[in-house]
């Protein structure tokens, strides 16, 4: 649950997206096999939405991008919340439209 929820200091600094994440995964990947693999699933997924939104931001410029942006930032913060929701439930959840950096 830790791991999901640590990408919400990435509202307060972008970069926290991913560090958050990555900070918790690799302190604690090695207690438990459902902590690393739920690490994996949340860094790979923060990962993804910088690549969103970095595409999102260069359609801003045509201003298309800005709606896009607007609804990756609701999409981003809903999934945090259900993936943090299934984690603390035992429940292994798979982020939608995630790239897998690590496997």
Not at 36 to 44: H, I, P, R, S, Y
């Amino acid at each position: 649950m830790g791991c999901h929820l640590a990408a919400v200091f990435g509202y307060i600094s972008f970069i926290g997206f991913v560090v958050g994440p990555l900070v918790v995964w690799f302190l604690k990947k090695g207690e438990d096999e459902f902590i690393d693999e739920q690490g994996k699933e949340a860094v790979n997924f923060q990962l993804s939405m910088i690549l969103y939104y970095i595409g999102a931001a260069i359609l801003s410029l045509v201003l298309i991008g800005i709606p896009i942006l607007i609804g990756l930032f609701i999409f981003q913060l809903v999934e945090i919340i259900l993936g943090s929701v299934r984690a603390k439930e035992g429940v292994s959840y798979k982020y939608p439209l995630t790239i897998r950096f690590i496997s």
